[in-house]
């Protein structure tokens, strides 16, 4: 079964990079590695998917080395609005049961 | 687009009472999903559907959950009787995923959630 295991908390301020590490020892050859963002009374949001290297998008960019057990995602230049829970998911094999498992996440907090 | 629509935004109910909380994916997704997020137990997954049939129930807690997705347009997700420890935000998600390979990678779209509370 894979599991990731994410910080429980991180702090940073207005305008700092800010890199969050899901660790995923487990990772299958056919799982792809998601994240998601959570605010307050809100469901979570996608922010980014990857197999392998590095994804970016407009809101992030993802690093995935080679052997894919970790996996970090990286918020440029983060703001007060960056403040959330971010998950990293891994897996989509319903018969194996690691698909759709939300862990604890990461809180972020960004000070100004 | 309007997203995933969920229905009531608050509820608050007795001990015993029924609830039904409602949910439309967003059109054209194939795969729904039913989550309860709570602050012990963070997000759990409940049931989900894949082309309005239920796949996994293992997550649903008591046989007084049920859910239903009698088309591809409209879930429910029922508590009867209802408790205390019900008490949560329940949220539905819905993705579209490639047909019959049991694959489940596409992001996840959320509602905005229903608030439980049952006193």
């Known amino acids: 079964l894979a599991k990731t295991t994410q910080p429980i908390s991180m702090d940073s301020y207005e305008g700092q990079e800010v890199n969050i590490t899901c660790s995923h020892n487990?990772?299958?050859?056919?799982?792809?590695i998601t994240w998601y963002q959570q605010f307050p009374s809100q469901g979570p949001r996608f922010i980014i998917q990857?197999?392998?290297t590095k994804v970016t998008n407009e809101v992030a960019s993802l690093f995935i080395p080679a052997d894919r057990k970790s996996s970090t995602l990286s918020l440029p230049r983060v703001s007060l609005s960056d403040t959330a829970v971010y998950y990293c998911?891994?897996?989509?094999?319903?018969?194996?049961?690691?698909?759709?498992?939300f862990g604890k996440g990461t809180t972020l907090s960004v000070s100004s | 687009d309007a997203g995933v629509i969920q229905s009531p935004r608050h509820e608050v109910t007795e001990m015993g009472q029924e609830v039904t909380l409602r949910c439309k994916p967003i059109?054209?997704?194939?795969?729904l999903f039913w989550y309860r997020q709570t602050m012990m137990r963070g997000l759990e997954l409940l049931i989900y559907?894949?082309?309005?049939?239920?796949?996994?129930d293992s997550g649903m807690p008591e046989d007084r959950f049920s859910a239903k997705m009698p088309n591809a347009s409209f879930s429910t997700l029922k508590i009867q009787p209802s408790e205390p420890r019900d008490s949560a935000v329940y949220f539905c998600?819905?993705?579209?995923?490639?047909?019959?390979?049991?694959?489940?990678?596409?992001?996840?779209?959320f509602g905005n959630g229903t608030r439980l509370t049952v006193t």
């Open positions: 998600a819905s993705s579209l995923n490639p047909i019959g390979t049991g694959r489940y990678n596409s992001p996840l779209h």
């Open positions: 487990n990772i299958a050859t056919n799982d792809y």
């Open positions: 990857g197999y392998k």
């Open positions: 998911l891994v897996g989509d094999n319903v018969q194996a049961g690691t698909a759709l498992i």
């Open positions: 059109s054209g997704h194939n795969s």
């Open positions: 559907f894949n082309n309005n049939v239920p796949i996994d």
